[in-house]
């Protein structure tokens, strides 16, 4: 049950959703299969309300859009990045704690 807050990006519309928003953006790159990406979707729901105005949470399946995430060079899932004015600003790989999270999020936005 993911959130509405959340944005589900593909590599057609990564660059208009992320690169180009004027806020914000913590990439999640995630795929059906990884355990770890399904244990912390739960987190990025309640941080999506938590930080709603103040950023954008977005979903990148790395399965169905192998573009971007090779761009990146995606090599382990979860992986975390936030993007600020259309240039990646920080990466966190494997899944982390709500706390853990928070405080990445908190460290962007300072």
């Not at 059906?32 to 912390?40: F, S």
Request: aromatic share 8%; proline share 5%; with cysteine.
């Amino acid at each position: 049950m993911a959130s509405d807050l959340i944005k589900h990006v593909s590599d057609g519309s990564f660059e208009t959703d992320v690169l180009q928003s004027s806020k914000p953006v913590l990439v999640d790159f995630w795929a059906e299969w990884c355990g770890p990406c399904k244990a912390i979707a739960p987190t990025l729901d309640e941080l999506a309300k938590t930080y709603d105005g103040k950023l954008q949470i977005a979903k990148v399946n790395v399965d169905e859009n192998r573009a971007v995430p090779a761009k990146f060079g995606i090599k382990g899932i979860p992986t975390l990045m936030v993007f600020k004015d259309g240039q990646l600003a920080a990466t966190k790989v494997g899944a982390m704690t709500k706390a853990q999270l928070a405080q990445f999020i908190d460290q962007q936005l300072a």
